[in-house]
């Protein structure tokens, strides 16, 4: 069984700053990716960052030079520094993980249960 479960979140004023984190555990393999998504009411849920565990790293273009995503391998734990929030920023952050169990030989996604940002202008 692996969960990932997120920390932080919460209200911030615009221009304020925000750090999710999310753990990853269980019977766990190996970590491919882990990444951030949001879905903000009546949006469909979009990817945020992501990062591999070689550390390489993806983001939207609308958090580009804001956000930052990082890993600590060690931890099976990712973390996403939000800056210079904006109110459109705001929505449910979930976290994914691509993740191989100890008794798999594939990789499976992996929701966390989400966390809700709220940026007030």
């Known amino acids: 069984q692996v969960q990932l479960v997120e920390s932080g979140g919460g209200l911030v004023q615009a221009g304020g700053s925000l750090r999710l984190s999310c753990a990853a555990s269980?019977?766990?393999?190996?970590?491919?990716?882990m990444g951030w998504y949001r879905q903000a009411p009546g949006n469909e849920r979009e990817l945020v960052a992501v990062i591999t565990r070689g550390a390489s790293t993806n983001y939207a273009d609308s958090v580009k030079g804001r956000f930052t995503i990082s890993g600590d391998n060690s931890k099976n734990t990712a973390y996403l520094q939000m800056n210079s929030l904006k109110p459109e920023d705001t929505a449910v952050y979930y976290c994914?993980?691509?993740?191989?169990?100890?008794?798999?030989?594939?990789?499976?996604?992996?929701w966390g249960q989400g966390t809700q940002v709220t940026v007030s202008s």
């Open positions: 994914n993980a691509k993740i191989r169990g100890s008794y798999s030989l594939r990789y499976d996604d992996y």
């Open positions: 269980g019977s766990i393999f190996n970590i491919a990716t």
